[in-house]
């Protein structure tokens, strides 16, 4: 069985950047949309960013757009995400998420239209 795995979390102050990765072991995933996730205490897991299969088509949450950058290399199985301009509110565990279905044409953002999952990877933005 596959799993997926996240990297990069950490402690930064507001303004700065963060690179979140996510390496699939044991399962290909340059088939499938992968998507970021995040959860912040007492909130539910809410959309971040999905990309395409092969990463010509993206989509981000509003409150995003414009600072997060997804991305993936399928020849190493990883996706990305690069933070930029990180607010205290972007303070969050971030999840990446693989959508079992092939080169689907849609980017899912429900999280129930994703079919696997990584640990999760905490970012904490200070002010």
């Known amino acids: 069985q596959g799993q997926l795995v996240e990297s990069g979390g950490g402690l930064v102050q507001a303004g700065g950047s963060l690179r979140l990765s996510c390496a699939a072991s044991g399962r290909t995933v340059s088939a499938y949309t992968m998507g970021w996730f995040r959860q912040a205490p007492g909130k539910e897991r809410e959309f971040v960013a999905a990309c395409n299969w092969n990463g010509d088509s993206t989509y981000y949450a509003d409150s995003v757009k414009g600072r997060f950058t997804i991305s993936r290399d399928n020849a190493k199985n990883t996706v990305y995400l690069q933070m930029n301009s990180l607010k205290p509110e972007d303070t969050a565990v971030y999840y990446c998420?693989?959508?079992?279905?092939?080169?689907?044409?849609?980017?899912?953002?429900?999280?129930?239209?994703?079919?696997?999952w990584g640990q999760g990877t905490q970012v904490t933005v200070s002010s």
């Open positions: 998420a693989a959508d079992g279905w092939r080169y689907r044409s849609t980017l899912p953002v429900t999280s129930a239209e994703y079919d696997y």
